[in-house]
């Protein structure tokens, strides 16, 4: 009774399943085992190695249907009918996953031009959004942003958008701390304060040169940028080592700098609303 249900078509593709799904399990493992071991060797992220592991498995999945539909007689004859319609699947399957395909496509392009990595911090330019890379497949990348959401925005989104990477060439970053004060206020003690502060936090960057310590430059940059109505604005310019020390530095300094402007009777101007009652 074995023999002949083995010998019988639904026999034949329970077997032939059996030995081409094991055989392209093994061919499986064998190809995502060699894998590993080159991504071991060089950077992991460099070539986005995820992508290229569910290439693989999309081809030995292929590689599986289309052994069994060529080693079963009882299919051979749905493959015969399938390849003569081949056009109209086609084109019909084209359309249903017309979306898929281009996130695919623009998956694999990412993969090759290498814009971007898995942890790196990047900035999506017109969109607003910044956060650390944390997963790149062929239809989405994954990006974990400050507040901690995971955002998965389709790969034809990241094709197409200007995007600013922190951590491709030099990671260190200038920040601008504006502050405005009253017209009264003596500017040179008002820069004094926003440069001790600034030099003496343990974020702050000095980035001079040798040379330029030499000649006497300055560690911080304040500038007078403009004349408002109610105050004189000044800026500091800051260097840290990367945008996360930035951030950080920033909001230390205004708090630092908020309490070291009332110690010394510097007033920042602040708008008033004068209401006037007619009785």
């Given at each position: 009774?074995?023999?002949?249900?083995?010998?019988?078509?639904?026999?034949?593709?329970i077997t032939?399943?059996?030995?081409?799904?094991?055989?392209?399990?093994?061919?499986?493992?064998?190809?995502?085992?060699?894998?590993?071991?080159?991504?071991?060797?060089?950077?992991?992220?460099?070539?986005?190695w995820n992508?290229?592991?569910?290439?693989?498995?999309?081809?030995?999945?292929?590689?599986f249907?289309?052994?069994?539909v060529?080693?079963?007689?009882?299919?051979?004859?749905v493959?015969?009918?399938?390849?003569?319609c081949?056009?109209v699947?086609?084109?019909?399957?084209g359309?249903?996953?017309?979306?898929?395909?281009?996130?695919?496509?623009?998956?694999?392009?990412?993969?090759?031009?290498?814009?971007?990595?898995?942890?790196?911090?990047i900035?999506?330019?017109?969109?607003?959004?910044?956060?650390?890379?944390?997963?790149i497949?062929?239809r989405?990348?994954?990006?974990?942003?400050?507040?901690n959401?995971l955002l998965m925005?389709?790969?034809?989104?990241m094709?197409?958008?200007?995007?600013?990477?922190?951590?491709?060439?030099?990671?260190?970053?200038?920040?601008?701390?504006?502050?405005?004060?009253?017209?009264?206020?003596?500017?040179?003690?008002?820069?004094?304060?926003?440069?001790?502060?600034?030099?003496?936090?343990p974020?702050?960057?000095?980035?001079?040169?040798?040379?330029e310590k030499?000649?006497?430059?300055e560690?911080v940059?304040?500038?007078?940028?403009?004349?408002?109505a109610?105050?004189?604005a000044?800026?500091?310019?800051v260097?840290?080592?990367?945008?996360?020390?930035?951030?950080?530095?920033c909001?230390e300094?205004?708090?630092?700098?908020?309490?070291?402007?009332k110690?010394?009777?510097?007033k920042?101007?602040y708008?008033?609303i004068?209401?006037?009652?007619?009785?």
């Amino acid at each position: 009774k074995i023999l002949e249900f083995l010998k019988s078509d639904i026999g034949s593709i329970i077997t032939t399943c059996v030995v081409f799904g094991f055989i392209c399990f093994v061919l499986y493992k064998i190809l995502i085992g060699i894998l590993n071991r080159v991504s071991a060797r060089v950077n992991p992220n460099s070539l986005h190695w995820n992508i290229l592991k569910q290439v693989i498995k999309v081809g030995i999945i292929l590689l599986f249907v289309i052994s069994v539909v060529e080693n079963v007689p009882a299919l051979s004859k749905v493959g015969t009918t399938l390849l003569a319609c081949s056009s109209v699947i086609a084109a019909a399957v084209g359309l249903a996953s017309q979306d898929a395909l281009g996130n695919a496509i623009d998956g694999l392009l990412i993969s090759l031009f290498k814009p971007f990595s898995v942890g790196d911090r990047i900035r999506l330019s017109d969109k607003g959004i910044t956060g650390i890379v944390v997963e790149i497949n062929l239809r989405y990348t994954s990006i974990r942003t400050v507040e901690n959401n995971l955002l998965m925005i389709p790969n034809s989104v990241m094709n197409s958008e200007i995007i600013e990477n922190y951590n491709i060439g030099d990671q260190r970053m200038v920040a601008f701390l504006d502050v405005e004060v009253s017209y009264d206020t003596d500017i040179d003690l008002a820069k004094q304060i926003l440069k001790d502060l600034a030099v003496n936090h343990p974020l702050f960057l000095d980035k001079r040169t040798e040379e330029e310590k030499a000649d006497g430059v300055e560690p911080v940059g304040i500038l007078v940028r403009a004349f408002n109505a109610s105050g004189v604005a000044l800026r500091a310019s800051v260097w840290s080592a990367n945008i996360g020390d930035s951030f950080k530095l920033c909001s230390e300094l205004r708090e630092q700098v908020l309490k070291a402007f009332k110690e010394n009777n510097i007033k920042i101007p602040y708008q008033t609303i004068e209401i006037i009652r007619n009785n």
